[in-house]
């Protein structure tokens, strides 16, 4: 059951980070961990970084709500690394910007977003418990 809340946990947190950042998705579940839209060369600066946010909601979640990082992590960090790779060399900033500074600019973005609707995330990790499937509306 504990891991059951964790994965709940970490779903919808990416999923309500997506939906507020109006990022196309379908549903979210327990076994679908890549729901969002990936990223494509045509994406503007701003959808594509607004997609890593989402992309590290749930490693967020986790150490806002319970202090500590789980295993199932890994795939999401290793994503996130790829795009704010793809990410700089793609828009070649004249400032071009340090891989950690983005890192940090995209964890303190979801963090804020997770932070000042901390009961609407266990709401919705109450309901995907109970119906282990929701949709963006539900969102």
Avoid at 56 to 66: E, K, P, S
Avoid at 83 to 111: G, P
Wanted: aromatic share 12%; glycine share 2%.
């Amino acid at each position: 059951q504990d891991e059951k809340e964790h994965i709940a946990l970490y779903q919808t947190s990416k999923a309500y980070c997506a939906k507020s950042l109006g990022l196309d998705f379908e549903k979210v579940s327990f076994f679908n961990y890549e729901f969002l839209t990936p990223i494509t060369h045509i994406a503007d600066q701003k959808t594509y970084f607004d997609t890593i946010v989402a992309q590290v909601a749930g490693v967020v979640a986790y150490d806002l709500f319970y202090k500590m990082r789980y295993a199932n992590i890994s795939d999401d960090i290793r994503i996130v690394r790829k795009w704010i790779e793809q990410y700089q060399n793609e828009f070649d900033l004249e400032n071009r910007e340090e891989y950690h500074t983005l890192i940090l600019k995209v964890m303190q973005s979801a963090e804020a977003l997770l932070e000042s609707k901390k009961e609407k995330i266990i709401a919705l990790q109450k309901k995907l418990l109970e119906d282990e499937v929701l949709t963006k509306d539900d969102i």
